[in-house]
Structure formats: C-alpha cells, structure tokens
C-alpha cells in the first residue's frame, strides 16, 4: 500500500510510484469532466501534492486508494472552477455608478406598474408561491417546509407562474 508507506514514512519512491500510476489518470478524469489541458494539469498537480502532504488523513477503511484520490481531484476542480467565475480585484469597479437618465427611470417605473399588474393578475396559490420565493428569499424548500405542500407542487406552480409572467411582461 503505497499510501502507507507516504503516510507513515515520508516515502518518496512510493510516492513517485503513486505519482506515476494516478497522475496521467487524474489529468484524464479533469479533462472527460470538462476542464482545458492547461487547468487539468495544473489540478493534476495539486492533487498530487496534496496527496502528499495529507497522505496522514488517509483512512484505507473508508475509502480505496482511488476513491479518495478522486475525490480530491473532483474538489480541486470545483475550487479551480470557483476561483475562475471569481473576479479579480483590478476588474471590479469601484466609485459610485452613474445615475440613470430619466428615459430609464421612467421605463423601469413602467415595468414595475406591468410587473405588479401581472403578479395580481396569477392565481393565489401561484402568486403566493412566486412572492415567498422572491420577495420572501426563501429556498424552495423552505417554502415546502412553512406551506406543508409537496416540493413538486411548489417547483411547477414557481415554474408555471413565471411563465405567465414573461409572457405578460412581452
């Protein structure tokens, strides 16, 4: 067990054994989900090195030596994938944003008389449903737990009334 003998003694042979056997695999995996050659071998890596220094964390009786490999390369990807949608600080902006004109001023007045117009024109239970989830922020979920109706329920008359409300709102 070549993690054992990382975990327990530093070994740097195994580890290169390691290295070898998952390392080509890992950047295979990251590429079959999605990720750019660049990204896969840069996760690749990672991974391996992490590998190396939480070797002491790995449990044979919980996971396979596969499986636990995977699973830190399936979250290295997720942490790369997050810091990219992330923006850099020097593309923020900063200052205070410019004032609408009056053309838009009065157009967004406007779609908030069509808005509300169209949310009193739903069926209560729709327009009941589309208010705790908007204007209430609560999870469908959280909805389903205050209302006591199925999930399903929920979704498709959220689903259903938002529809409505595009198609008013044309």
Known sequence: MMVGYIRDNQDQKAFAELFGHFAPRVKSFLMKSGADAGMAEE???EVMATLWHKAHLFDP???SVATWVFTIARNKRIDMLRKQRRPEPDELTWGPEAEPDAAEVVEIQQESVRLAAALAELPEKQRDLVQKAFFGDLSHSEIAEETGL???T??????LALERLRHAMK
Do not use: D, E, V
Not at 154 to 159: G, Q, Y
């Open 43 to 45: 996760c690749a890596q």
């Open 61 to 63: 009786t919980r996971a």
């Open 150 to 152: 199925p999930l399903g």
């Open 154 to 159: 929920i979704k498709s008359r959220i689903r």
